[in-house]
Antibody
Framework: QVQLVESGGGVVQPGGSLRLSCAAS????????MHWVRQAPGKGLEWVAF????????YYRDSVKGRFTISRDNSKNTVSLQMNSLRDEDTAVYYC????????????WGQGTLVTVSS | QSALTQPASVSGSPGQSITISCTGT?????????VSWYQQHPGKVPKLMIY???NRPSGVSNRFSGSKSGNTASLTISGLQAEDEADYYC??????????FGGGTKLTVL
């Protein structure tokens, strides 16, 4: 069965950096795009970034462009999110999600990892 | 990247049907079939309920259905059950090569 396991969350000061990782199993990882989605405490879902199956294309929401970088290693079945210049408003649970077979939906989700940006 | 517009809350009695709307623009909901819906119970991970406007993943009850007209997509739940009480989110691909969620709708089963 599909499993997505995020790691790397924690507490970081404003302006700091953090790298999230997501280990995937149970499907042909190299065949699917992957997303990062976040949810601030008590708030709604917010799409963050997407990477195509072969890493050839990457999309970001405007508020993280230039600060966050999504990447993947198809030999290790992992997708990562490098987060720099973190702000208070980046505080959220970050979910790794698999793109659906027909594209641009999230058919499987990890359990999430909490990122807290606070001084 | 403005969020898609959903009602903050809807409610219905067991056995009834409800519809949740998701309004965007011709640059997102109206321009693509990449509209999907998610159910999230408190403290739980979101679950895909509808993809590509009206398709149900395997294992999702046929009480859930999706549709789209112009710039507005809709999720209908028929035969409401207590277990349907949750938050629901729509999502769409956009012409800016991004994705966007709706603000979420809290469904209360009376």
């Amino acid at each position: 069965q599909v499993q997505l396991v995020e790691s790397g969350g924690g507490v970081v000061q404003p302006g700091g950096s953090l790298r999230l990782s997501c280990a995937a199993s149970g499907f042909t990882f190299s065949s699917y795009g992957m997303h990062w989605v976040r949810q601030a405490p008590g708030k709604g879902l917010e799409w963050v970034a997407f990477i195509r199956n072969d890493g050839s294309d990457k999309y970001y929401r405007d508020s993280v462009k230039g600060r966050f970088t999504i990447s993947r290693d198809n030999s290790k079945n992992t997708v990562s999110l490098q987060m720099n210049s973190l702000r208070d408003e980046d505080t959220a649970v970050y979910y790794c999600a698999k793109d659906g077979a027909y594209g641009f939906n999230y058919d499987y989700w990890g359990q999430g990892t909490l990122v807290t940006v606070s001084s | 990247q403005s969020a898609l517009t959903q009602p903050a809350s809807v409610s219905g009695s067991p056995g009834q049907s409800i519809t949740i709307s998701c309004t965007g623009t011709s640059s997102d909901v109206g321009g693509y079939t990449y509209v999907s819906w998610y159910q999230q119970h408190p403290g739980k991970v979101p679950k895909l309920m509808i993809y590509d406007v009206s398709n149900r993943p395997s294992g999702v009850s046929n009480r859930f259905s999706g549709s789209k007209s112009g710039n507005t997509a809709s999720l209908t739940i028929s035969g409401l059950q207590a277990e349907d009480e949750a938050d629901y989110y729509c999502s769409s691909y956009t012409s800016s090569r991004t994705l966007v969620f709706g603000g979420g709708t809290k469904l209360t089963v009376l």
